[in-house]
């Protein structure tokens, strides 16, 4: 399975990373760390060093009760950075992480090389038109409701099949507007408890029935740290242990805060699925 990304073809047969550079004052884990062009420069110079294939940049943190801002301080947060990065890095490949199709458009025109939308353009009927129209690939998540209201919103009476479902009209609706380039994220998190997320875990390998590439995003999060009760600052040993998992399970991306450690899972599952 290949994407396009700016006219390089990348390919996800061998798992790549998606390296996570939040411009949010309120993440979960890294809110507010980077507030000025050296950190962010700092940051995203060590994640492409650390092997990352792409670069996530959110200015809209989702994560649960997460405050709303306007499109209009969403752009303000995010496009400088873009063309700072463009500027520094040229052949970054970034990510948008974003809902709202205005955002997508300025990103992609500025030079970003991929959309990341966490509600599959039910947020914003404009955008699977919109990133048809920019030829870029898209990331399709699983939500229901809002960042403000998914919490409240994890009943299911299958959830597999449900999240199957989900993901069959997504995709044939972004084929129809000629979305050439399709990746699935099951939003571990969104809309799901912590037993539903590692029942996704289990059966990740299911949702590559969709003919599309899978993302795993797990870094960090709440599964792993109320778990083990810990913070997510010390959540990093159990994100390997799930990442590990999750390659297993065919997992093409992983969505990461830590580059260095998410590599070496690739390069230990590589070895151990190369071995008879």
Same mark, same amino acid.
């Given at each position: ?10 390919? *996800? ?15 979960? @884990? +890294? ?34 009760? %997460? ?5 209009? /301080? ?18 970054? *490949? ?15 025109? %500025?030079? %970003?090389?991929?959309?990341? !939308? ?14 048809? /129209?920019?030829?870029?690939? @898209? ?14 919103? +994890? ?25 050439? !380039? ?17 029942? *996704? ?14 993302? %795993? ?18 959540? *990093? ?40």
């Amino acid at each position: 399975m290949t994407i396009n990304c700016k006219g390089s073809l990348i390919d *996800l047969s061998v798992p790549k990373i998606m390296g996570i550079l939040n411009l949010t004052p309120d993440s979960f @884990y +890294d809110g507010g760390t980077y507030k000025n062009e050296n950190g962010v420069l700092r940051q995203t110079e060590l994640m492409l060093h650390e092997g990352a294939t792409f670069i996530d940049l959110g200015a809209y943190s989702s994560r649960p009760g %997460a405050d709303h801002i306007s499109v209009e /301080e969403e752009r303000k947060r995010i496009l400088p950075t873009v063309k700072l990065l463009i500027k520094e890095f040229p052949e970054i *490949l970034l990510s948008i992480d974003t809902f709202r199709s205005e955002i997508a458009r300025s990103c992609v025109e %500025a030079g %970003a090389a991929m959309i990341n !939308d966490i509600s599959a353009g039910n947020l914003d009927k404009k955008m699977i038109p919109t990133v048809g /129209e920019l030829k870029v690939p @898209y990331i399709m998540m699983h939500m229901k409701g809002t960042p403000q209201t998914m919490k409240s919103m +994890d009943q299911y009476d299958n959830l597999m099949h449900e999240i199957q479902c989900y993901f069959s009209e997504k995709i044939a609706e972004a084929r129809k507007h000629k979305v050439d !380039d399709i990746i699935i994220d099951p939003g571990f998190g969104f809309a799901k408890n912590i037993s539903q997320n590692f029942e *996704l875990l289990k059966k990740l390998s299911l949702l590559r029935l969709q003919d599309v590439s899978v993302l %795993a995003g797990v870094s960090r999060k709440s599964m792993i740290y109320k778990t083990l009760n810990i913070n997510p600052s010390e959540a *990093l040993n159990g994100t390997t242990a799930l990442n590990t998992i999750a390659l297993l399970h065919g997992a093409a991306i992983l969505r990461v805060h830590d580059v260095k450690e998410a590599m070496q899972c690739i390069t230990l599952v590589d070895r151990y699925q190369q071995t008879s």
